[in-house]
């Protein structure tokens, strides 16, 4: 993920520069601001801007005049109750603003969160740079058996080698006649907006992502977790530790109710009652599909 001499210059910069301010300011948050955290070979994730703390939660809760904290046990108390009873508003106060640098094949999956704002690398405008994600021989893994959307076993090596140059290969001998493409050396050159369909899924672009806290909780619920492609859960993963500090009591709350909470579904309590009193409770009785009681046992039995 290497920035080069400049760019890190800039973010110095910034980062030098502090101002006073009448605004919410979370001191966990301030230390992320600007500053790059690398993710996969390329890319990173870096805090841009964020707006609110656990304190603006509450005030939006309580609809105060001065900063609605009575006291932090409190303020704790009112953020678990409100992520309990799926009050979310008050979520939605607080925003976080994003730098993505990311393959274009996790992109394409990102942006299906659509309560986001986004402004994305213009690949008309601009010349994309020659940068593949190129998987890690252990994250190079078979088809799963179990799950049509997932990877099951890592591949052998011999297998691995051959998958990997292939990899570099194709994504350099398309990057090569893009750059040919688009010259216009000798020839009129075509156009950046045309040129780059060539381009493989692994490229990377870049994006300003912007969110609220609700939405933003609602995107790592689901990319933050074991069935998420890996290529984006390292993304989530990396948002994750800064919503920790950005937020820490809201981050709590999101764990305990979210990330290690369980849904069930009507048959799947009617299950757990009967378990409960003492009866043994099998697929064949429990009125759910073998597909339904895998995902309920899987749920608690690890
Ligand atoms: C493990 C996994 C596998 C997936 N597999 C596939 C797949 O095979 N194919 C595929 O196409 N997608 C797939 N997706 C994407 C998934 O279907 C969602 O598009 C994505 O997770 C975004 O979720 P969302 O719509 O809830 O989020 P957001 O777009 O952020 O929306 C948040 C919430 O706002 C509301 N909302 C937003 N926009 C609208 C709207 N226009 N109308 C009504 N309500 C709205 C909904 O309540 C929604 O839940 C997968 C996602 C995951 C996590």
């Known amino acids: 993920m290497p920035l080069t001499p400049e760019q890190d210059a800039e973010i110095a910069d910034l980062r030098a520069t502090p101002r006073t301010t009448l605004r919410a300011v ?3 948050a ?4 600007y500053v790059p955290k690398p993710v996969l070979d390329h890319g990173f994730v870096r805090m841009i801007d964020y707006m609110g703390d656990d304190a603006a939660i509450c005030q939006a809760a309580r609809v105060s005049y001065g900063r609605g904290t009575k006291s932090v046990q409190n303020d704790e108390g009112l953020i678990r109750y409100l992520m309990r009873h799926w009050h979310s508003t008050p979520f939605e106060m607080c925003e976080l603003k994003l730098h993505v640098k990311l393959p274009v094949f996790v992109a394409r999956q990102w ?6 704002n986004v402004n994305e690398y213009s690949a008309r405008y601009s010349i994309l740079d020659r940068e ?11 088809q799963s058996s179990q799950n049509n959307q997932g990877r099951g076993d890592v591949l052998g090596p011999e297998e691995s080698a051959r998958v990997l140059d292939w990899l570099r290969e194709d994504a350099h001998r398309a990057y090569d006649h893009y750059e040919q493409m688009i010259s216009d050396e000798g020839q009129q050159g075509v156009a950046r907006e045309l040129a780059r369909m060539n381009l493989p899924a692994n ?3 870049q994006w300003y992502w912007k969110v609220d806290l609700h939405n933003l909780f609602h995107f790592l619920r689901l990319r933050a ?8 859960r390292v993304y989530a993963d990396a948002i994750c530790e800064m919503v920790k500090d950005w937020v820490p009591a809201a981050y709590r709350a999101f764990e305990e109710y979210r990330l290690g909470g369980v849904t069930l579904s009507a048959s799947g309590v009617e299950c757990l009652r009967r378990m409960l009193a003492g009866e043994e409770v099998t697929q064949e009785t429990s009125g759910m599909s073998a597909r339904e009681w895998r995902e309920f046992n899987s749920q608690w039995i690890t």
């Open 30 to 33: 301030e230390q992320h601001l």
């Open 203 to 205: 490229i990377y672009t």
């Open 132 to 142: 593949f994600y190129i998987p890690r021989t252990e994250d190079l893994a078979a």
């Open 111 to 116: 942006i299906r969160h659509r309560t986001a």
């Open 26 to 28: 979370s001191e966990g």
């Open 225 to 232: 977790d074991s069935h998420a492609q890996y290529e984006i």
